[in-house]
C-alpha cells in the first residue's frame, strides 16, 4: 500500500458522466484495493489539482465516500482513508456471536405484533434505501426490534454498541461487492422464526448470518492481500 496520491492513476481511467463521479469511482478503487492506504488524510485541494478538476467535485466525490464508510471525516485533519482491518472485523463479529444470540433468545418469548411488524418494515426500508449511509442504521435497527424485549439493559446497551461498529464493515463490504450482497433472506428467515417463536431456529439464523458476514469480510481482506 501506498501513503500518498501517487498511488492513483488517473490518465487512464475510464471517465464518467460527471467529475464527480470520476473522482469517486477512481478514489473508491484505490481505496478497495488497498492503494490508498488507511489513515491517508485526502486534502481537497490536492485531490483536485491530481484529478485537474475544481474542488466542488472532489468534495461531493467525498461526501458519497464518506456514505460509503470509505473515508472518514476527522477533526482538524479533513478526509482520510477508513482505517478498517481483518482483526478489527473478526473481533468485531466474534462479540456479535457471543452476546445476540443470549439477547434474541431472552427477548423472542416477549415480542408482541407491533415489534414484528416494526422488524418487517425495517426489511422493507432496506430494500427502499438508496442512501447507502442509512443501510446500516436499518440494519441496526432490524436486530434491535427482535432484541428490544430481552429485559437486560446491559446486555443490549453492547449488542448495539457491536452493531453500530459493524455498520462500518457492513457499508464497506457493499462498497465493494454491491448492494446485492446485503443478506436480507437471512434477515426474511430471522423474522419468521423469531414469529414462529421457534428460538432454536432464530439462533441458527442468527449464527449463520453472522458466521457468513465474517467469513465474507475475511474473503475481501485475502483477496486484497494483507490483513488491512
Not at 418469548?109 to 436499518?138: C, H, K, Q, W, Y
Not at 462500518?168 to 443478506?183: P, Q, T, V
Not at 422464526?193 to 448470518?209: N, S
Amino acid at each position: 500500500m501506498t501513503s500518498s496520491l501517487e498511488a492513483l492513476t488517473v490518465d487512464g481511467a475510464p471517465r464518467h458522466r460527471t467529475a464527480t463521479e470520476f473522482v469517486e469511482a477512481t478514489l473508491k478503487a484505490a481505496i478497495l484495493d488497498g492503494r490508498l492506504a488507511g489513515g491517508l488524510p485526502l486534502r481537497q485541494e490536492e485531490v483536485a489539482a491530481v484529478f485537474g478538476v475544481s474542488r466542488m467535485p472532489v468534495r461531493e466525490a467525498m461526501r458519497r465516500l464518506e456514505a460509503q464508510a470509505l473515508l472518514d471525516f476527522v477533526p482538524h485533519k479533513g478526509a482520510v482513508v477508513t482505517e478498517i482491518s481483518a482483526e478489527d472485523a473478526a473481533d468485531n463479529y466474534a462479540i456479535r456471536r457471543a452476546l445476540e444470540p443470549a439477547a434474541l433468545t431472552l427477548s423472542i418469548p416477549n415480542l408482541t405484533a407491533d415489534d414484528f411488524a416494526r422488524a418487517a418494515d425495517l426489511i422493507a426500508e432496506m430494500d427502499a434505501e438508496t442512501d447507502e449511509s442509512r443501510v446500516g442504521e436499518l440494519n441496526r435497527r432490524f436486530h434491535m426490534a427482535l432484541y428490544a424485549r430481552a429485559g437486560r439493559a446491559k446486555l443490549l446497551a453492547l449488542a448495539e454498541q457491536q452493531l453500530a461498529v459493524a455498520d462500518r464493515y457492513l457499508r464497506f463490504h457493499l462498497a465493494a461487492k454491491g448492494r446485492e450482497h446485503l443478506s436480507q433472506d437471512e434477515h426474511r428467515a430471522l423474522l419468521a422464526a423469531a414469529e414462529r417463536r421457534d428460538t432454536d431456529a432464530a439462533v441458527a439464523v442468527l449464527l449463520g448470518h453472522v458466521d457468513t458476514a465474517a467469513a465474507t469480510i475475511a474473503a475481501f481482506f485475502r483477496e486484497r492481500g494483507g490483513s488491512r
